[in-house]
């Protein structure tokens, strides 16, 4: 543990996910507290990023959700100040974080995603258009935000207008999705390996906000109920889009599965949730790692970035 050297556990910050942010990051606090290690909490919304380098801290455990922390912003920050970091680096977590530039590489591979149209705010829309584009059920999701913010499944003219001027109060850009009818399930990654997936299922029309951080109906199936050789194709799958937008060290690759088996990718988390009741630590259990386990391994990277 002396090896870690003085950590900080960097959450909270300006993000729309910042209660979240600072339930993950008390959560890693406490767990690399009691692995021995020297960890103290750093909220980047009231303390400069000065006091890293003053304050002569040797690495950095980034649990910031969402715009600052999960973009590469906080990732070139803490480059150009020679702090080591876990998780992806400027590139990848930028990437990553923008659900539009991540379809479109995924597309370029090969990879599998549902049909989706890209709108501006400003521009002249016409919603029956895409609505038939897009056979008449849309997903509407901003493109730089996390936990399911500004979201709204519709599949009518003047909901998909509603659900677009919502979304552009988080992004000017505004992903329409097609509706993909079947199960969730996300692959939680660690090193190069994808860890056992997980099924979310819920009563709502989706994995939302309120499905993933408030509901008591929201089911966890781990292991997921998939035949093995089904199971080992979505963690290939997860890892291959993992590292097509560049991603690193650890972090989550979210599915649809559609009445057609057929698995459609929806987005990747380089920061995702870490409250013990998360998905990357249920994943982790099912591997064989308990939370302080996880927190170590994605922390260790550090030592050979």
């Given at each position: 543990?002396?090896?870690?050297?003085?950590?900080?556990?960097?959450?909270?910050?300006?993000?729309?996910?910042?209660?979240?942010?600072?339930?993950?990051?008390?959560?890693?606090?406490?767990?690399?507290?009691?692995?021995?290690?020297?960890?103290?909490?750093?909220?980047?919304?009231?303390?400069?990023?000065s006091?890293?380098?003053?304050?002569?801290?040797?690495r950095?455990?980034?649990?910031?959700?969402?715009?600052?922390?999960?973009?590469?912003?906080?990732?070139?920050?803490?480059?150009?100040?020679?702090?080591?970091?876990?998780?992806?680096?400027?590139?990848?977590?930028?990437?990553?974080?923008?659900?539009?530039?991540?379809?479109?590489?995924?597309?370029?591979?090969?990879?599998?995603?549902?049909?989706?149209?890209?709108?501006?705010?400003?521009q002249?829309?016409?919603?029956?258009?895409?609505?038939?584009?897009?056979?008449?059920?849309?997903?509407?999701?901003?493109?730089?935000?996390?936990?399911?913010?500004?979201?709204?499944?519709?599949?009518?003219?003047?909901?998909?207008?509603?659900?677009?001027?919502?979304?552009?109060?988080?992004?000017?850009?505004?992903?329409?999705?097609?509706?993909?009818?079947?199960?969730?399930?996300?692959?939680?990654?660690?090193?190069?390996?994808?860890?056992?997936?997980?099924?979310?299922?819920?009563?709502?029309?989706?994995?939302?906000?309120?499905?993933?951080?408030?509901?008591?109906?929201?089911?966890?199936?781990?292991p997921?109920?998939?035949?093995?050789d089904?199971?080992?194709?979505?963690?290939?799958?997860?890892?291959?889009?993992?590292?097509?937008?560049?991603?690193?060290g650890?972090?989550?690759?979210?599915?649809?599965?559609?009445?057609?088996?057929?698995?459609?990718?929806?987005?990747?988390?380089?920061?995702?949730g870490?409250?013990?009741?998360?998905?990357?630590?249920?994943?982790?259990k099912?591997?064989?790692?308990?939370?302080?386990?996880?927190?170590?391994?994605?922390?260790?990277?550090?030592?050979?970035?």
């Amino acid at each position: 543990m002396a090896e870690f050297g003085k950590v900080a556990v960097m959450f909270g910050g300006n993000s729309a996910e910042r209660e979240i942010s600072l339930m993950s990051g008390q959560a890693v606090l406490d767990g690399l507290q009691a692995n021995g290690v020297d960890a103290h909490a750093f909220d980047p919304k009231n303390t400069p990023l000065s006091e890293l380098t003053d304050q002569g801290y040797e690495r950095v455990f980034n649990v910031l959700h969402g715009r600052g922390g999960e973009d590469g912003t906080i990732q070139g920050a803490l480059e150009f100040l020679n702090i080591p970091y876990t998780g992806s680096g400027v590139l990848g977590a930028a990437l990553a974080m923008d659900k539009i530039k991540t379809k479109q590489v995924w597309c370029a591979l090969g990879l599998p995603t549902a049909k989706f149209v890209v709108v501006c705010g400003k521009q002249t829309i016409d919603y029956q258009a895409i609505l038939d584009e897009l056979g008449g059920v849309v997903m509407v999701k901003p493109a730089n935000e996390g936990s399911s913010i500004g979201m709204a499944k519709v599949d009518n003219v003047s909901d998909l207008k509603s659900a677009i001027s919502g979304a552009t109060e988080f992004d000017n850009e505004i992903l329409l999705e097609q509706w993909i009818d079947g199960g969730e399930y996300t692959v939680s990654i660690l090193g190069d390996k994808a860890l056992p997936a997980i099924h979310m299922t819920t009563p709502n029309d989706f994995y939302d906000y309120q499905a993933k951080y408030q509901s008591d109906n929201t089911q966890y199936h781990c292991p997921c109920g998939l035949p093995a050789d089904e199971e080992k194709e979505l963690g290939d799958i997860a890892v291959k889009a993992f590292n097509a937008v560049n991603a690193k060290g650890w972090g989550r690759v979210d599915f649809m599965c559609g009445q057609d088996g057929q698995w459609y990718l929806l987005e990747v988390n380089t920061v995702p949730g870490m409250t013990t009741s998360s998905l990357v630590p249920k994943a982790a259990k099912e591997a064989g790692l308990s939370f302080n386990q996880l927190v170590n391994e994605i922390l260790e990277q550090t030592l050979v970035k």
